[in-house]
């Protein structure tokens, strides 16, 4: 049972931020979701933040672009009949967001390698469009090492968004536009989540961007699923995608817009490198010590309360940054 007796002004503040998106963390991580990078709602917001900003000849485009995606049909029923036609175009944008983790527990997909967090050869790099039913998991994320100055994998979250922003503004066939959008959908989100850039080194070895940092005594199992779900997370993994999107649509409207300078910063490299320096000194801080764990992160904590203003933050940047790609290069 919560109480609310005795709390400090900064216990305060954080209680009356969480409460303004009904996304408090800890109340809806109820099961341990798969390591993803932003659960679906953080997706979906980013999403919303995007779609807010796309022109009108933009959002033609990738309505078209997107009805092309095998899963419309599903997406689309899932809209309630009765919405407007501008909105349903808006939800399935939202949708769209999160097919690259979707793909993950469909059964028509499959891992690629031994090691399915690991490019495994030439059908790695691949970008053929919908006939590819590889998962692709290590696309989502840059393990970009500290402190040692070990290889980054590839390819990776920042080879294939530079890859897919190439389809997108040339001439190649909208069916493979069509795959790359949904990719990009995605994982320009993913890059915006500081653990999804960057993999601490501990006895010669990765930490898989935190998930082999166990935590203890909160909703989420490890620093990485914790970070995933700071934006909000669903026991049932957004299945029902319109109770999600209408978590998302409150986040997203609560969300204090990015500055125009770093909106209209479209270097990929300097998203990452910005999620990186931000893994380093917001994410690796106390109470996560050195080593694996397990640590506690007290709800209501200053951690707690700085790592959600970040995610606000970055969810609020990645949305803006989205849409001036697809603005600017959608062609």
Same mark, same amino acid.
Request: some cysteine; overall charge neutral.
């Given at each position: 049972?919560?109480?609310?007796?005795?709390?400090?002004?900064?216990?305060?503040?954080?209680?009356?931020?969480?409460?303004?998106?009904?996304?408090?963390? /800890?109340? /809806?991580?109820?099961?341990?979701?798969?390591?993803?990078?932003?659960?679906?709602?953080?997706?979906?917001?980013?999403?919303?933040?995007?779609?807010?900003?796309?022109?009108?000849?933009?959002?033609?485009?990738?309505?078209?672009?997107?009805?092309?995606?095998?899963?419309?049909?599903?997406?689309?029923?899932?809209?309630? *009949?009765?919405?407007?036609?501008?909105?349903?175009?808006?939800?399935?944008?939202?949708?769209?967001?999160?097919?690259?983790?979707?793909?993950?527990?469909?059964?028509?997909?499959?891992?690629?390698?031994?090691?399915?967090?690991?490019?495994?050869?030439?059908?790695? &790099?691949?970008?053929?469009?919908?006939?590819?039913?590889?998962?692709?998991?290590?696309?989502?994320?840059?393990?970009?090492?500290?402190?040692?100055?070990?290889?980054?994998?590839?390819?990776?979250?920042?080879?294939?968004?530079?890859? /897919?922003? *190439?389809?997108? *503004?040339?001439?190649?066939?909208?069916?493979?536009?069509?795959?790359?959008?949904?990719?990009?959908?995605?994982?320009?989100?993913?890059?915006?989540?500081?653990?999804? $850039?960057?993999?601490?080194?501990?006895?010669?070895?990765?930490?898989?961007?935190?998930?082999?940092? @166990?935590? /203890?005594?909160?909703?989420?199992?490890?620093?990485? &699923?914790?970070?995933?779900?700071?934006?909000?997370?669903?026991?049932?993994?957004?299945?029902?995608?319109?109770?999600?999107?209408?978590? *998302?649509?409150?986040?997203?409207?609560?969300?204090?817009?990015?500055?125009?300078?770093? &909106?209209?910063?479209?270097?990929?490299?300097?998203?990452?490198?910005?999620?990186?320096?931000?893994?380093?000194?917001?994410?690796?801080?106390?109470?996560?010590?050195?080593?694996?764990?397990?640590?506690?992160?007290?709800?209501? &904590?200053?951690?707690?309360?700085?790592?959600?203003?970040?995610?606000? @933050?970055?969810?609020?940047?990645?949305?803006?940054?989205? $849409?001036?790609?697809?603005?600017?290069?959608?062609?």
């Amino acid at each position: 049972m919560l109480t609310f007796l005795m709390v400090t002004p900064e216990q305060q503040t954080s209680l009356m931020t969480m409460l303004r998106t009904c996304l408090c963390t /800890f109340l /809806f991580a109820l099961l341990t979701a798969p390591a993803l990078a932003w659960g679906p709602i953080g997706h979906m917001a980013v999403a919303y933040g995007a779609y807010q900003s796309l022109t009108p000849a933009t959002k033609a485009r990738v309505r078209d672009l997107l009805k092309l995606n095998p899963d419309y049909p599903e997406w689309n029923k899932q809209v309630p *009949a009765s919405t407007s036609a501008a909105d349903h175009d808006m939800i399935i944008f939202m949708i769209a967001a999160t097919w690259a983790d979707d793909i993950k527990g469909d059964s028509k997909y499959s891992d690629d390698g031994p090691d399915p967090n690991a490019p495994n050869g030439a059908s790695s &790099s691949q970008n053929i469009g919908y006939t590819d039913l590889f998962r692709h998991r290590y696309w989502h994320f840059v393990d970009t090492p500290f402190p040692s100055d070990l290889p980054i994998p590839t390819p990776n979250a920042e080879t294939q968004i530079v890859a /897919f922003r *190439a389809v997108l *503004a040339s001439s190649q066939p909208d069916g493979l536009k069509s795959y790359d959008i949904v990719w990009l959908l995605h994982l320009i989100g993913d890059v915006h989540q500081p653990l999804h $850039a960057a993999t601490r080194i501990t006895q010669s070895k990765g930490d898989a961007g935190g998930n082999a940092v @166990k935590l /203890f005594g909160d909703a989420a199992s490890n620093l990485h &699923s914790y970070w995933d779900d700071l934006p909000g997370s669903d026991g049932s993994f957004c299945k029902d995608k319109i109770h999600c999107v209408n978590r *998302a649509m409150v986040l997203g409207r609560s969300l204090k817009p990015a500055s125009s300078k770093a &909106s209209h910063n479209t270097n990929t490299a300097a998203w990452i490198r910005e999620s990186f320096d931000y893994a380093r000194t917001e994410v690796y801080k106390t109470p996560i010590g050195p080593g694996e764990g397990p640590y506690t992160i007290v709800p209501y &904590s200053l951690y707690e309360t700085r790592a959600f203003r970040l995610a606000e @933050k970055r969810i609020a940047l990645g949305g803006a940054r989205l $849409a001036q790609v697809l603005n600017n290069e959608l062609k």
